[in-house]
């Protein structure tokens, strides 16, 4: 593993991460409905200072595993197993009102679409002084005053006009932009991005993401990235989680991950993005079938109808067990029987993650 | 009949606080009333509105003659009642008094009822709706079970039976047609604050730590409001209908002092072979009030549906 992927706070502030998720599930039972198990036996940690990804394609399990953490998911019909941990503090079990004083303080989330997060009919900045009234203790000049310096401090132009301004007056960057601004309020140890960018234009997404970098991973602050998107990935993560179906299928550091995909489906995905050092002639490939078409995990590999590696043993029958999260080498975890290999690379090259 | 009136409200709820692209704030506001000034139907519902309003309002200084004074007595005969003549446009009633001048007094009272009972009912079903609405859980439950048996008694039969208990006067009357409307706004508010509570911007603002109360009460409810207006212009139709009814029961204002539309009605019914005219001109402002209340609900529901906009 490289030194210079190392996160560089990680070292310093040491111990206790700021997120330890272990064998987090989260099963849906309405009744007179078959149960559906979400996510299943998701664990990750993320570190002050570190940017963790949750990839994956739409319906993985991606924003169930946010709003869990949370703990925004609904008490009925839901049941969520494992254990979150922010700080070393418990939060699954933890009293509503312990989370509530934790949500905009320590932990905080942006999500995916910028106009639906605001409320339509109430003007930014009662909006954003509401988290500083709540968390800080602010009077109410006091917290107009800070909002304006939050909105100038995410690149907002003219806050104080801002501020008496309704949502549909903002363009798209400019509402993500203020919805960051409240969620770094507070100053909080976390910050989970549910697709921060996805609703928006692609030249506003870089600026997004810049913006992103520079409040949360320069202060310190840990931040989830999830995110469809290899290109987010490669432009901001450290380390890099794979779901697919509810679980983690792969976890490599964000080199060796574009470097040696493992999992098939991760390489499938590498391989239906456009690259800058592929040749223009390369034709891009996508994974065939949909993510509708997974098996229950518990019958095998839940990527195996769509897998060109699969063969007999990837089924549970077969098998006898179920596809393990196995080590896979420094900093690398793999759920795969047949995954990608390598070519043993030559002396000098970043030998890390090589085939077998 | 009660699953009926059930769906036309979960309807209306489920439109609450969809905002048209580009909108919202004050705007959203504004655009509605461009909406509706661009209107014709609105506009006629207006002028009908207001018109009775007006009269409603002046109507000591618009009448032409004493509602009470009973001037053409004693041209009244068996088999005859005096018709239009000079100074009588509409003519007299069995008693010799001036209709035209008793409709416009007569339209007081009816306003006045249905706007204090809608306005009561309102205020009452919003408060059980935001009762339901904010706690969700058994509270909604049970309250709502108790709506929905509401809902499904007939308005008019329920409207019958308080005013039976309460006693005839006018007030017994606007609490009785309040009644009638509470579970139409409990129900509408609910179903449209829940509508809202599962809304993107309430989970963001979960997902900050505001507060249940402030999530409630500073985005929820005034984000809801929209189908209770439209409801509550509505009603007012439905409650001077009701008023008139009632007092056509004679469960209405025993006050002979005040002419009331469904009491001069009803006191026409026995006159009915001789002079027509006098249950037509009730019942036609009867008709004519309603439709332009309806007219302007059905206009302002248009107005705040992004879907009707063009
Ligand atoms: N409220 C819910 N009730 C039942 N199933 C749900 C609910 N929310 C999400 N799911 C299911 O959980 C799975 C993961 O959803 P989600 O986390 O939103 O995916 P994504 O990775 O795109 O964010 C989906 O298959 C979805 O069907
Ligand atoms: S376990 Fe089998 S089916 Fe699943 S990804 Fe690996 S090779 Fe494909
Ligand atoms: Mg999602």
Redesign the pocket.
Same mark, same amino acid.
């Given at each position: 593993m490289s030194i210079e992927a190392m996160p560089p706070e990680d070292a310093v502030r040491g111990d206790v991460p700021v997120l330890e998720v272990e064998e987090l599930s989260v099963t849906f039972a309405r009744r007179g409905e078959q149960p559906t198990r979400a996510v299943d036996g998701v664990s990750f940690s993320v570190a002050a200072g570190e940017t963790v990804g949750l990839v994956g394609e739409s319906g993985c399990g991606k924003s169930v595993t946010s709003l869990a953490v949370m703990g925004l998911l609904p008490r009925r019909g839901v049941q969520v197993g494992g254990s979150v941990r922010l700080g070393g503090t418990e939060l699954i079990g933890a009293p509503d009102r312990t989370l509530r004083r934790l949500r905009g303080s320590e932990m905080a989330m942006v999500f995916q679409d910028p106009l639906s997060s605001l409320n339509p009919t109430v003007s930014i900045g009662t909006q954003v002084t509401e988290v500083l009234v709540e968390h800080r203790d602010m009077g109410k000049k006091e917290a107009v005053a800070e909002a304006a310096a939050l909105l100038d401090r995410v690149g907002i132009p003219d806050p104080t006009r801002r501020l008496k301004e309704y949502p549909h007056q903002l363009s798209g960057g400019m509402r993500q932009r203020a919805l960051i601004a409240m969620a770094l309020a507070c100053s909080p140890r976390l910050l989970i991005a549910d697709e921060p960018t996805t609703a928006l234009d692609v030249t506003i997404q870089a600026q997004i993401l810049e913006l992103l970098r520079e409040l949360v991973v320069d202060s310190g602050t840990a931040l989830v990235m999830i995110t469809h998107d290899l290109g987010v990935v490669a432009g901001l993560c450290d380390r890099v989680h794979v779901m697919y179906a509810g679980k983690i299928?792969e976890t490599a550091d964000r080199h060796d991950l574009f470097a040696r995909p493992r999992? %098939?489906?991760t390489g499938g995905l590498l391989a239906s993005v456009p690259r800058l050092d592929a040749g223009r002639g390369v034709p891009l490939t996508p994974i065939r079938g949909s993510a509708r078409d997974a098996i229950p995990w518990a019958e095998? &590999? *839940?990527? *195996?109808p =769509? &897998? /060109?590696? *699969?063969?007999d /043993? &990837?089924l549970t029958e077969v098998a006898g067990s179920t596809?393990p999260l196995e080590y896979d080498g420094p900093g690398r975890e793999l =759920?795969? =029987?047949? %995954?990608l290999t390598y070519p043993a690379a030559p002396a000098g090259a970043t030998a890390s993650g090589a085939g077998r | 009949m009660g699953d009926v009136r059930r769906q036309r409200i979960d309807e209306l709820a489920a439109r609450a606080g969809r905002v048209p692209e580009g909108e919202g704030g004050v705007s959203l506001v504004r655009s509605a009333f461009r909406r509706l000034r661009r209107n014709p139907v609105a506009i006629l519902g207006a002028v009908i509105v207001v018109v009775f309003l007006v009269v409603a309002a002046f109507a000591p200084w618009l009448a032409p003659r004493d509602p009470l004074a009973q001037t053409l007595l004693s041209e009244v005969r068996p088999g005859a009642i005096p018709g239009p003549q000079e100074g009588f446009p509409l003519g007299a009633d069995q008693l010799g008094r001036d209709l035209l001048s008793r409709l416009v007094y007569g339209s007081r009272q009816s306003l006045l009822i249905g706007v204090v009972s809608t306005v009561l009912g309102a205020v009452v079903g919003m408060a059980v709706g935001v009762l339901a609405g904010a706690f969700g859980g058994w509270v909604d439950t049970v309250v709502m079970r108790f709506v929905d048996i509401l809902l499904s008694i007939p308005s008019l039969l329920m409207a019958i039976s308080i005013s039976v208990l309460l006693g005839q006067n006018q007030y017994a009357l606007m609490i009785a047609i309040a009644v009638t409307q509470v579970p139409v706004f409990a129900r509408l508010l609910r179903g449209s604050m829940l509508a809202q509570r599962g809304s993107d911007y309430v989970l963001a603002a979960r997902a900050l730590g505001v507060r249940h109360g402030r999530i409630v009460f500073g985005h929820v409810l005034p984000n809801s409001l929209s189908p209770v207006i439209v409801q509550a212009t509505l009603s007012l139709a439905t409650a001077i209908i009701e008023a008139a009814a009632l007092s056509f029961l004679g469960l209405g204002d025993p006050d002979i002092a005040r002419p009331e539309w469904g009491a001069m009605l009803a006191t026409a019914q026995a006159f009915l072979s001789v002079r027509p005219a006098l249950a037509v001109w009730p019942a036609l402002c009867i008709i004519v009030v309603a439709l332009g209340f309806t007219l302007l609900g059905e206009s302002l529901r248009e107005a705040l549906d992004p879907k009707f906009r063009r």
């Open positions: 299928i999992q %098939p489906y095998g &590999c *839940a990527f *195996a =769509r &897998c /060109d590696n *699969a063969q /043993d &990837c596809v =759920r795969c =029987r047949h %995954p | -």
